[in-house]
């Protein structure tokens, strides 16, 4: 019986000869959250007056220290909605700055040498304007911009004024309009206009805030149409509901220390905010922009995201930038009061590039910087020749009904699946699975070794991959 367990031994060994593959890596991502982090978060929010939370309560639990506080003005916002035109053309103005129109009618406006030429939908010319043209609407009425605005506003309708003017080798359209006009066309852009009046209203609050606190585009407008701002639609955005947030907090802002301070605002938290400085990382430390929990956040479908799973060359084409040589993993130095990234390592054959939490939530798409980066590196390792055994005597079998040390000989000259797993710790279990036709089934288990290693025996010849967690390593082929 020996003589034959040892013949099966060698039998196999010789049938796993061929040379051991390649390393190959592949990298899982999982995370949380969805936007920047920082301040207000919307579905937070909406969780808050679910939960019969005030908007008052909901804006003092995001902006540490603050309180509500009223505007003595209904000043001007300029909302960038068009660039780099040929052409304007627009209906519904009652006048061009001097200049009589047609409400009924649509005009056109051109650049040339001498200025701003105006036209009516005859082609006649109707005045030309050296500066800024601004075309005003009859009162309580609006303009209609026609063609796409900003952000994807098709032939859309505008209150206030239109300001056109001359941009590079183009024309520009710029809405001017009131404070409050302005955050009727915000609300249902940022926050669904079906969500409780409570979270419509500190939207509301948030958005005015925001909009006199900050500035975007230097003297020609103040926001965009879009998230590098405010989600601005116009008329189009105006609904019953958020018309009635926006009144009943007609004027109020959120103030600190007595001043109106700016209110960023986003979309997920995860289950905690950040302090501004981890986010937008260089930034100064604002008292009233640091982390909170957030309890109520996982009514969004992006409290939670992933597993997202690369290759190692398509991590390559997205870090092309920052990985030097092949790429092997990202090594996180620092994380914020959440586990937002804030500085990293992006870690290759040739070297590390030094990068920040934004700078990879960008490369990859990311959703948030709340992300962790799980790299997993596998290969087959060929057993080594056995060494033909000395001649003993006959050994009994083992009292215990253990493995004898015949079948444990076998067993460490068996084929394995090894690699490594970063980042991991030492201690806790990998699952090896095989591929029987189009699934992965389990075929063994291991642990990982100091340094995030793993060696696990296979039991037979196959395509295997390693399992750590929700993280996946790449398809072997072990002989």
């Known amino acids: 019986m020996r003589k034959l367990v040892l013949a099966l031994v060698a039998a196999l060994l010789l049938a796993a000869a061929p040379a051991a593959h390649a ?28 939960h019969l939370k005030t ?47 047609d409400p ?100 509301a609050v948030a958005a005015r805030t925001y909009a006199i606190t900050s500035h975007a585009g230097g003297a020609v407008f103040d926001q965009y149409a879009d998230t590098r701002s405010q989600v601005y639609r116009g008329v189009s955005a105006e609904t019953p509901n958020t018309d009635a947030a926006v009144q009943a907090t007609t004027g109020q802002v959120v103030t600190f220390g007595g001043q109106p301070v700016t ?36 009514v969004s479908p992006k409290h939670r995201w992933g597993p997202y ?15 030097r040589g092949r790429f092997k993993r990202i090594k996180v130095l620092q ?27 960008s490369a990859f798409g990311l959703f ?23 001649a003993t005597p006959a050994t009994p079998a083992d009292p215990t009904g253990g493995v004898s040390p015949l079948a444990r000989a076998a067993a460490s000259h068996a084929s394995r699946l090894e690699g490594t797993i970063a980042p991991a710790r030492a201690g806790r279990w990998v699952r090896i699975e095989r591929r029987e036709g189009t699934r992965w089934v389990a075929a063994t288990d291991g642990k990982v070794l100091r340094g995030g290693r793993y060696s696990v025996a296979v039991p037979r010849p196959g395509v295997y991959r390693v399992v750590y967690g929700r993280a996946v390593g790449p398809s072997v082929r072990v002989a």
């Open 23 to 50: 390393a190959a890596t592949k990298l899982t991502i999982t995370g949380a959250g969805f936007g920047h982090g920082i301040g207000m978060s919307q579905y937070g929010t909406y969780g808050y007056s679910l």
């Open 55 to 101: 908007y008052d309560y909901i804006l003092g639990h995001y902006y540490s220290g603050t309180t509500l506080g009223a505007l003595d003005a209904n000043p001007e916002v300029r909302v960038l909605l068009q660039g780099s035109k040929k052409s304007i053309s627009f209906s519904g103005g009652l006048n061009a700055g001097d200049q009589k129109l």
């Open 104 to 203: 009924a009618q649509t005009y056109t406006v051109r650049r040339t040498a001498a200025g701003l030429d105006l036209r009516d939908a005859t082609g006649a010319s109707v005045g030309m304007v050296a500066g800024t043209l601004r075309v005003d609407a009859p009162v309580g009425q609006a303009l209609r911009l026609n063609g796409t605005s900003v952000p994807g506003v098709r032939d859309g309708l505008y209150r206030g004024s239109l300001l056109i003017s001359a941009s590079g080798s183009g024309l520009i359209a710029v809405n001017a309009l009131d404070l409050e006009d302005y955050v009727r066309g915000v609300v249902s852009g940022e926050s669904p206009s079906a969500w409780p009046t409570e979270a419509l209203k500190a939207q």
């Open 263 to 298: 209110t960023y605002f986003f979309s997920t938290s995860g289950g905690e905010t950040e302090d501004v400085q981890n986010s937008f990382v260089g930034s100064q430390p604002k008292p009233w922009l640091k982390a909170v929990q957030d309890p109520f956040d996982n």
């Open 309 to 323: 799973r690369f290759t190692a060359a398509q991590v390559q084409r997205k870090l092309h930038r920052y990985v």
């Open 335 to 361: 994380r914020g009061v959440s586990p937002r990234v804030v500085r990293a390592q992006v870690v290759g054959t040739g070297g590390v590039t030094n990068v920040t939490g934004p700078q990879l939530r």
């Open 368 to 390: 948030d910087t709340w992300a962790f980066f799980t790299s997993v590196t596998s290969k087959a390792s060929k057993p080594k020749p056995a060494k033909k055994p000395a």
